[in-house]
């Protein structure tokens, strides 16, 4: 079940990953379907770097993650990794354990969580589309010519991530959801409007990096 396609990652990056379901299906049906989402987020994205901002629409979802690392030890505890460091989730691992890459790490959650959903559903088959994709600013497929920053864009990380930041959060409104970001409760906007203590986003590294006031 090809879920995931090869991303090229390089540490101390910015990138922009999303998905939506196959076909533009839904892919969350539920609260609980949220929440267990989010849960598998914490456990295979973190260990490789900083979530600075997330939206979980009904049929796709969409990442802004700072890269530290791109391959890693997998730990024997399902979703950890274990790499000698300073890291929380720190375990040791035999030194014939294979690496484990951020593209791995991205294929099985998504795996994972296809199997959780097709047995919730009764369904068998791909529920996401089979190519994740993940862009660094280098080329931004949302980003029209006739923007007047369109240049400074491509090539300023600040520009393109705070760009990135805005459109990722207002998803919910352009789609219809809602009215404002803040009504939508599958995002990381509460988290940064402080109207929710949340802990899987660096706030603060999304600040410093994107030059948030």
């Not at 999303?18 to 598998?40: A, M, P, T, V, W």
């Not at 959903?117 to 280098?138: P, S, Y």
């Not at 970001?181 to 995002?187: G, K, L, T, V």
């Not at 990381?188 to 802990?199: E, H, I, L, Q, V």
């Amino acid at each position: 079940m090809p879920l995931s396609h090869y991303m090229k990652f390089q540490p101390n990056a910015i990138y922009h990953i999303y998905n939506q379901g196959n076909n533009r299906q839904q892919i969350f049906f539920s609260d609980e379907n949220y929440l267990f989402f989010i849960k598998k987020m914490r456990a295979y994205l973190l260990p490789y770097g900083d979530l600075l901002c997330y939206c979980l629409m009904p049929n796709h979802f969409h990442w802004l993650f700072y890269v530290r690392e791109v391959c890693l030890l997998p730990s024997r505890r399902e979703g950890n990794v274990g790499v000698t460091g300073s890291h929380p989730d720190i375990t040791f691992t035999p030194a014939s354990a294979k690496l484990r890459t951020l593209n791995d790490s991205i294929g099985i959650l998504l795996r994972s969580y296809t199997r959780a959903i097709n047995n919730q559903e009764e369904r068998t088959g791909c529920l996401f589309r089979e190519e994740t994709k993940a862009k660094d600013g280098w080329e931004n497929f949302h980003l029209q010519v006739s923007h007047p920053d369109y240049g400074k864009l491509l090539n300023d990380w600040e520009l393109y991530g705070i760009h990135c930041f805005h459109y990722i959060h207002l998803n919910p409104v352009a789609a219809k959801m809602v009215d404002h970001p803040e009504d939508w409760p599958y995002s990381s906007y509460r988290d940064f409007s402080g109207a929710r203590k949340g802990t899987l986003c660096n706030k603060q590294l999304a600040i410093d990096l994107l030059g948030l006031i």
